[in-house]
């Protein structure tokens, strides 16, 4: 990729009203510079060739400078990932507007992204999602597991979207999609159950995300705000993609006046779920319809709707299982023969409208409705008869439990979200934006959940008092709920050059409200970001601001148990929100290296956590106390690499150090969440000689989750889960390529763009990650923990097609 960047922000900018008293002799040449797109290309270089005089464009795309009046007047564009143009200007006098078109570069890969290299002063990163469904990943090419590799963020379940953003639980995180606040199921416990994520990744036009210090626009959690804005398609388009776990199809057309994106999945992983320890009839079908519409009704008006409908059904009948575990001196064998079966649904269905009105040229107004409902049920029947023996070098070395157990479930959760939202933006001038919204969503709930376990142990119920018979575990719940939310917000957001550099300013305001608890909550954020003129492969950039974590039902669920154990939920209706304040400071360094684009990113945060629910993980499943009981802290560093390793292909490599804690009953013990270290890794690359071959490789090793014992609490004790380690691999091959700039097909070739065939290996190293444990207890009351490993090695062959 060629290309130059000079990064010299001119006082000639500032100045240029003074030249046209110059008179005759001065020309002030301005305009705008965009992309292929007619997006704003940011950072450009304009100079005047055989002269010292240029400048850059701002976020914007716009540039202005003036020069001496010349017979002819050589004017240079550039920008790093864009082709250099020259224009010249014959006889130009007085005031000249000259606007740009670059291309971007085009080498042996006909497309080079060069989004990640862009500056970043704000909270908000952008994120490429181009090349997703080309990525190994066992979830099917889901944003959230590029999401994972990025620095701070974790995720230890392939076969889930959850992820955690510098300590926190995925519920503390917010995911939008047009603007729209969107949730996922309540009663999902394990990633088999889960299945496709709420985001298509087939209509994924582009992808922000913010590991913390968000502005006040986006709403009360306390972690991270993933954006998502669906592509509006120009013209007919479609994507046609089949692997052994599943489908999908994407349509889209688009024109003037109305645009339309429809994307059909359908996803069923039993070959995945088989390399499981157990064994049996595993049968999940996992589909989901999307649709994105947009009618520019007027040059004022457009009108849009957002529609999606998941149908997620789980059912399973265990056979059998043998697990064995320990190390190669210590080494136990858990065996189990099941009967029974598991039933799980979960159907959602969401849509939102939207209208927008342009009132002026510096003022745009939106209004949107949305509706979110959920229907799940969790029921199963399964009982077991089990054996831990102590293994030998050649056979069975002794018996250290043996038993039965029952566990029944009957879980039904009906939700509703019904919301109405106004928001404004108003653009003071070039340089100054003001943003506030206003919004009410009412909820409404109902929870009917029944579950319990039965347990004995060599004819010995448990637990055992020898008088009653008791269950290990009896929990009942049975609630309905209506509440109403309100919120407003109001942000100012100025870009301001100065001779010392260019600066970016966002100072915000939240103010929310809750019914069920009635709190009002107030948020001031704030976000600096600065481009040092004498150093301007520089950037720097700090945000700090109070936020609010507002509880969403499973947070104020509050086990009360009586004498026998037996566990009744309450609504905690004196609730408040968990509270946490963000400290962070960060900066990026671009440069060249190879003669190829790189940046080195780093960020320090420190967040004061108080008024903290504590809760408990099991595989995906999070139980709170339900109380306002604990305070703590987390608090660390995040380092990435970007770049092309190879030119063209974009990788990188992320690196983090964190520490969270909580004070829990007075004793201060790690958060669920807490992990001393992280390692992600993105790498692709190409034959230099054969371009259409690609590998993709993604790489995760992070520390392990500290872990307890059923129905306890970490301040009785805890212990460390291994580190999860995994890389998957991927190849593509392109049997049919892109056109290039001037090249053609005849018959019915001409009809597609691309036609890529695709082989992965997940779990490469075939490693055995813990997601949860497992707990048999003995007569003695002595308990011992059974891993319940993850998915081990698995091959995938997919084709997609490209019209």
Same mark, same amino acid.
């Given at each position: 990729?060629?290309?130059?960047?000079?990064?010299?922000?001119?006082?000639?900018?500032?100045?240029?009203?003074?030249?046209?008293?110059?008179?005759?002799?001065?020309?002030?040449?301005?305009?705008?510079?965009?992309?292929?797109?007619?997006?704003?290309?940011?950072?450009?270089?304009?100079?005047?060739? /055989?002269?010292?005089?240029?400048?850059?464009?701002?976020?914007?795309?716009?540039?202005?400078?003036?020069?001496?009046?010349?017979?002819?007047?050589?004017?240079?564009?550039?920008?790093?990932?864009?082709?250099?143009?020259?224009?010249?200007?014959?006889?130009? &006098? $007085?005031?000249?507007?000259?606007?740009?078109?670059?291309?971007?570069?085009?080498?042996?890969?006909?497309?080079?992204?060069?989004?990640?290299?862009?500056?970043?002063?704000?909270?908000?990163?952008?994120?490429?999602?181009?090349?997703?469904?080309?990525?190994?990943?066992?979830?099917?090419?889901?944003?959230?597991?590029?999401?994972?590799?990025?620095? /701070?963020?974790?995720?230890?379940?392939?076969?889930?979207?959850?992820?955690?953003?510098?300590?926190?639980?995925?519920? !503390?995180?917010?995911?939008?999609?047009?603007?729209?606040? =969107?949730?996922?199921?309540?009663?999902?416990?394990?990633?088999?159950?889960?299945?496709?994520?709420?985001?298509?990744?087939?209509?994924?036009?582009?992808?922000?995300?913010?590991?913390?210090?968000?502005?006040?626009?986006?709403?009360?959690?306390?972690?991270? =705000?993933?954006?998502?804005?669906?592509?509006?398609?120009?013209?007919?388009?479609?994507?046609?993609?089949? %692997?052994?776990?599943?489908?999908?199809?994407?349509?889209?057309?688009?024109?003037?006046?109305?645009?339309?994106?429809? $994307?059909?999945?359908?996803?069923?992983? &039993?070959? @995945?779920?088989?390399?499981?320890?157990?064994?049996?009839?595993?049968?999940?079908?996992?589909?989901?319809?999307?649709?994105?519409?947009?009618?520019?009704?007027?040059?004022?008006?457009?009108?849009?709707?957002?529609?999606?409908?998941?149908?997620?059904?789980?059912?399973?009948?265990?056979?059998?299982?043998?697990?064995?575990?320990?190390?190669?001196?210590?080494?136990?064998?858990?065996?189990?023969?099941? +009967? /029974?079966?598991?039933?799980?649904?979960?159907?959602?269905?969401?849509?939102?409208?939207?209208?927008?009105?342009?009132?002026?040229?510096?003022?745009? @107004?939106?209004?949107?409705?949305?509706?979110?409902?959920?229907?799940?049920?969790?029921?199963?029947?399964?009982?077991? !008869?089990?054996?831990? +023996?102590?293994? $030998?070098?050649?056979?069975?070395?002794?018996?250290?439990?043996?038993?039965?157990?029952?566990?029944?479930?009957?879980?039904?959760?009906?939700?509703?979200?019904? &919301?109405?939202?106004?928001?404004?933006?108003?653009?003071?001038?070039?340089?100054?934006?003001?943003?506030?919204?206003?919004?009410?969503? $009412?909820?409404?709930?109902?929870?009917?959940?029944?579950?319990?376990?039965?347990?004995?142990?060599?004819?010995?119920?448990?637990?055992?008092?020898?008088?009653?018979?008791?269950?290990?575990?009896?929990?009942?719940?049975?609630?309905?709920?209506?509440?109403?939310?309100?919120?407003?917000?109001?942000?100012?957001?100025?870009?301001?050059?100065?001779?010392?550099?260019?600066?970016?300013?966002?100072?915000?305001?939240?103010?929310?409200?809750?019914?069920?608890?009635?709190?009002?909550?107030?948020?001031?954020?704030?976000?600096?970001?600065?481009?040092?003129?004498?150093?301007?492969?520089?950037?720097?950039?700090?945000?700090?601001?109070?936020?609010?974590?507002?509880?969403?039902?499973?947070?104020?669920?509050?086990?009360?148990?009586?004498?026998?154990?037996?566990?009744?939920?309450?609504?905690?209706?004196?609730?408040?929100?968990?509270?946490?304040?963000?400290?962070?400071?960060?900066?990026?360094?671009?440069?060249?290296?190879?003669?190829?684009? *790189?940046?080195?990113?780093?960020?320090?945060?420190?967040?004061?956590?108080?008024?903290?629910?504590?809760?408990?993980?099991?595989?995906?499943?999070?139980?709170?106390?339900?109380?306002?009981?604990?305070?703590?802290?987390?608090?660390?560093?995040?380092?990435?690499? *970007?770049?092309?390793?190879?030119?063209?292909?974009?990788?990188?490599?992320?690196? &983090?150090?964190?520490?969270?804690?909580?004070?829990?009953?007075?004793?201060?013990?790690?958060?669920?969440?807490?992990?001393?270290?992280?390692?992600?890794?993105?790498?692709?690359?190409?034959?230099?000689?054969?371009?259409?071959?690609?590998?993709?490789?993604?790489?995760?090793?992070?520390?392990?989750?500290?872990?307890?014992?059923?129905?306890?609490?970490?301040?009785?004790?805890?212990?460390?889960?291994?580190?999860?380690?995994?890389?998957?691999?991927?190849? %593509?091959?392109?049997?049919?390529?892109?056109?290039?700039?001037?090249?053609?097909?005849?018959?019915?070739?001409?009809?597609?763009?691309?036609?890529?065939?695709?082989?992965?290996?997940?779990?490469?190293?075939?490693?055995?990650?813990?997601?949860?444990?497992?707990?048999?207890?003995?007569?003695?009351?002595?308990?011992?923990?059974?891993?319940?490993?993850?998915?081990?090695?698995?091959?995938?062959?997919?084709?997609?097609?490209?019209?």
């Amino acid at each position: 990729m060629q290309g130059r960047s000079h990064r010299h922000i001119s006082l000639l900018f500032f100045l240029s009203p003074l030249f046209a008293l110059i008179g005759y002799s001065q020309v002030k040449i301005h305009g705008k510079i965009t992309d292929a797109q007619g997006e704003p290309v940011e950072f450009a270089t304009v100079r005047i060739a /055989g002269t010292a005089i240029g400048t850059t464009s701002g976020l914007e795309g716009d540039y202005s400078l003036s020069c001496p009046a010349s017979d002819t007047i050589t004017i240079h564009f550039s920008c790093i990932g864009f082709r250099e143009e020259t224009r010249r200007l014959i006889d130009a &006098s $007085g005031d000249v507007t000259l606007n740009m078109r670059l291309q971007l570069t085009t080498e042996m890969l006909q497309q080079v992204e060069v989004t990640e290299l862009k500056k970043q002063t704000g909270s908000i990163a952008t994120i490429d999602a181009s090349e997703l469904r080309k990525n190994p990943d066992a979830s099917g090419g889901s944003v959230e597991s590029l999401i994972t590799t990025m620095a /701070g963020v974790t995720g230890s379940n392939e076969m889930s979207s959850q992820y955690s953003v510098r300590g926190g639980s995925y519920d !503390e995180n917010s995911v939008y999609i047009n603007g729209i606040e =969107v949730y996922r199921p309540l009663l999902v416990s394990s990633g088999q159950q889960e299945g496709l994520s709420i985001i298509n990744p087939d209509l994924v036009g582009a992808i922000g995300f913010s590991t913390g210090g968000f502005p006040a626009e986006y709403g009360d959690k306390m972690s991270s =705000v993933l954006d998502i804005t669906y592509r509006q398609p120009e013209s007919f388009e479609g994507s046609l993609s089949a %692997s052994l776990m599943g489908a999908s199809l994407s349509i889209g057309q688009g024109s003037k006046k109305f645009s339309q994106l429809h $994307g059909i999945r359908y996803k069923r992983n &039993s070959s @995945l779920l088989s390399s499981m320890d157990t064994k049996g009839e595993y049968d999940p079908t996992f589909f989901d319809y999307q649709t994105s519409l947009n009618w520019q009704l007027s040059p004022k008006f457009k009108l849009s709707f957002l529609g999606n409908i998941a149908l997620n059904n789980y059912k399973f009948t265990p056979q059998n299982r043998t697990t064995t575990f320990g190390t190669s001196m210590d080494a136990k064998q858990f065996t189990v023969y099941f +009967d /029974g079966h598991e039933k799980d649904r979960f159907d959602t269905y969401f849509g939102a409208v939207s209208l927008d009105y342009r009132a002026s040229r510096s003022t745009n @107004l939106g209004l949107v409705a949305s509706a979110y409902l959920t229907d799940e049920l969790v029921a199963y029947d399964i009982s077991g !008869e089990y054996w831990l +023996d102590q293994a $030998g070098d050649s056979n069975v070395g002794g018996e250290l439990g043996v038993g039965r157990y029952h566990e029944h479930a009957r879980n039904r959760l009906k939700a509703s979200v019904l &919301s109405l939202a106004f928001k404004g933006q108003t653009a003071i001038n070039q340089r100054h934006t003001l943003t506030y919204g206003l919004s009410v969503q $009412g909820e409404n709930i109902m929870d009917r959940s029944r579950e319990w376990e039965l347990r004995d142990s060599a004819g010995f119920s448990l637990p055992s008092d020898g008088i009653n018979l008791r269950m290990i575990y009896n929990l009942d719940s049975h609630h309905d709920l209506s509440s109403t939310r309100l919120a407003a917000f109001a942000q100012d957001a100025w870009k301001i050059n100065t001779s010392a550099g260019f600066l970016t300013l966002n100072a915000g305001l939240r103010l929310s409200y809750w019914s069920f608890n009635k709190e009002l909550l107030l948020s001031p954020r704030m976000t600096v970001g600065f481009i040092p003129e004498k150093y301007p492969s520089w950037a720097l950039r700090f945000a700090t601001g109070l936020y609010y974590q507002s509880p969403f039902y499973k947070e104020y669920r509050m086990p009360v148990s009586d004498k026998n154990g037996n566990q009744t939920i309450n609504l905690n209706s004196d609730i408040k929100s968990q509270r946490s304040f963000h400290l962070i400071a960060g900066t990026d360094y671009t440069f060249r290296a190879l003669n190829r684009p *790189f940046k080195l990113s780093g960020e320090i945060y420190y967040k004061a956590l108080s008024d903290l629910v504590p809760y408990e993980i099991d595989n995906l499943k999070i139980v709170y106390s339900g109380l306002n009981e604990s305070s703590g802290y987390a608090t660390g560093i995040d380092l990435k690499l *970007f770049g092309q390793f190879v030119p063209g292909s974009d990788s990188w490599v992320s690196f &983090s150090l964190m520490k969270t804690s909580e004070t829990l009953h007075g004793v201060k013990v790690p958060r669920p969440t807490d992990r001393g270290y992280s390692l992600g890794l993105f790498f692709t690359d190409y034959f230099p000689k054969f371009p259409k071959l690609k590998f993709a490789l993604r790489g995760i090793f992070m520390d392990g989750l500290p872990a307890t014992a059923p129905r306890s609490t970490r301040d009785k004790g805890y212990f460390r889960m291994p580190p999860y380690k995994r890389v998957d691999i991927g190849l %593509s091959y392109a049997l049919l390529s892109p056109l290039k700039e001037g090249e053609s097909r005849s018959g019915f070739a001409r009809h597609l763009k691309s036609v890529w065939l695709g082989f992965d290996v997940f779990n490469l190293l075939d490693i055995s990650n813990v997601a949860s444990y497992y707990w048999v207890t003995d007569v003695n009351d002595i308990q011992y923990a059974v891993p319940n490993y993850l998915t081990r090695r698995q091959l995938n062959v997919r084709l997609t097609v490209d019209f």
